[in-house]
Every structure is written in structure tokens, then in C-alpha cells.
């Protein structure tokens, strides 16, 4: 069993920058592919990014070029520095880890891009 805790996020104006951060226990971290996914009211949830123990990262076509995320593998610790932000960008974050069938979700953390 894996537990996943949220923290960083807030209310943005739009144009700023806000850094989420994920910590996990239990497992085996490294084995484990760790992610940010987002829900926004009314939306499904969808991918942000994910990352591979050894760096490897997906993102979702809205957020190349503006979000990064990063992992430490010793603090296991899994990081979204979200730059540029857009009202579109406002949602619930989720860290997510999943490894084969199984996978396991934090509580969430909103983020809100208004001015």
C-alpha cells in the first residue's frame, strides 16, 4: 500500500507560476511511475505528466512547454513546477504512482488561475 500526500497548491493570478509537490510511503518508490493528473469541474480527469524512475516523462499536449516534473528517488518525492499558468489550468491536481495493473491516488490539491 502506497500513500500519496499532496501539498503547494493555491489561487494564482494568470501568468504566475506555482510548484505542487508529492510524498510518498510505503512500497518501493522507484518502481513505481509517478504522476500528475488534473480534474476540472465538469471534465474528466486527465494527465499532466508522468515521469519513470529513471527520468523518462510524458506530458499532456496543454502543458509542454510550460510544466515540468521532476522526481527524487531517496526523498521520494515527486514534483510539478507549473509555469505560465492559464484559468484553463484550473483543477483538482492528483499525484498518482502506478506500477503494472496496480496504482494508487492522493487526496488532491486545487489550483485556481484567476485574476
Known amino acids: 500500500q502506497v500513500q500519496l500526500v499532496e501539498s503547494g497548491g493555491g489561487l494564482v493570478q494568470p501568468g504566475g507560476s506555482l510548484r505542487l509537490s508529492c510524498a510518498a510511503s510505503g512500497g518501493l518508490f522507484i518502481t513505481y511511475v509517478m504522476g500528475w493528473y488534473r480534474q476540472a469541474p465538469g471534465k474528466q480527469r486527465e494527465l499532466v505528466a508522468d515521469?519513470?524512475?529513471?527520468?523518462?516523462?510524458v506530458y499532456g499536449d496543454s502543458v509542454k512547454g510550460r510544466f515540468t516534473i521532476s522526481r527524487d528517488n531517496a526523498k521520494k518525492t515527486v514534483d510539478l513546477q507549473m509555469n505560465s499558468l492559464k484559468p484553463d489550468d484550473t483543477a483538482v491536481y492528483y499525484c498518482n504512482c502506478r506500477r503494472g495493473r496496480e496504482g494508487y491516488w492522493g487526496q488532491g490539491t486545487q489550483v485556481t488561475i484567476s485574476s
Open positions: 515521469i519513470t524512475s529513471g527520468g523518462t516523462t
